[in-house]
């Protein structure tokens, strides 16, 4: 005896939390082939342009901004730190966190990745601003319990 699916494709393809979460999932995958020969990821990029635009930040203030787990955040700046592109700076005082840097390598590498990821933007043809639009309140509540670092 054949059942009903208990979601037929209409409705699974209708909802659209889900529908962002596998499109993210899809452009980041893109982005990670576009940015593969400048030897970054994503987050990676992600990570760079936050600094950049913020000068210095706390590790914790990084992973919010990337979205990503703190305990994650370790591992990715110790990489990028170990390649030269990010650096701590001095400890503030007891108790404090340190904050984060963009080296000048970091800032030469961003600025080559840069442009290779606002072509993305052409991935949304006339739609890009409404789509940025759109997501970017969404931006306001973010949960980073869901560690999405090693998604590439």
């Known amino acids: 005896m054949s059942q009903e699916p208990a979601a037929p494709r209409t409705d699974v393809d209708g909802i659209v939390a889900w529908t962002v979460i596998r499109a993210a999932r899809t452009l980041s995958r893109r982005l990670a082939v576009d940015l593969a020969p400048l030897g970054l990821t994503p987050v990676e990029f992600g990570v760079?342009?936050?600094?950049?635009?913020?000068?210095?930040?706390?590790?914790?203030d990084l992973a919010r901004a990337v979205g990503v787990r703190p305990q994650s955040m370790t591992t990715l700046v110790g990489g990028l730190s170990t390649r030269g592109l990010v650096e701590r700076g001095?400890?503030?005082?007891?108790?404090?966190?340190?904050?984060?840097?963009?080296?000048?390598?970091?800032?030469?590498?961003?600025?080559?990745?840069?442009?290779?990821?606002?072509?993305?933007?052409?991935?949304?043809?006339h739609l890009g601003d409404q789509v940025n639009d759109a997501l970017h309140p969404l931006l306001g509540s973010e949960d980073t319990s869901d560690d999405d670092a090693a998604v590439p």
């Not at 760079?48 to 914790?60: D, M, N, T």
């Not at 340190?98 to 933007?121: I, Y």
């Open 90 to 125: 001095a400890a503030p005082g007891r108790g404090r966190a340190s904050r984060m840097h963009l080296t000048p390598e970091g800032d030469a590498l961003l600025a080559r990745a840069h442009p290779v990821v606002s072509a993305s933007n052409a991935w949304f043809g």
């Open 48 to 60: 760079l342009i936050q600094l950049a635009a913020a000068g210095e930040l706390s590790q914790a």
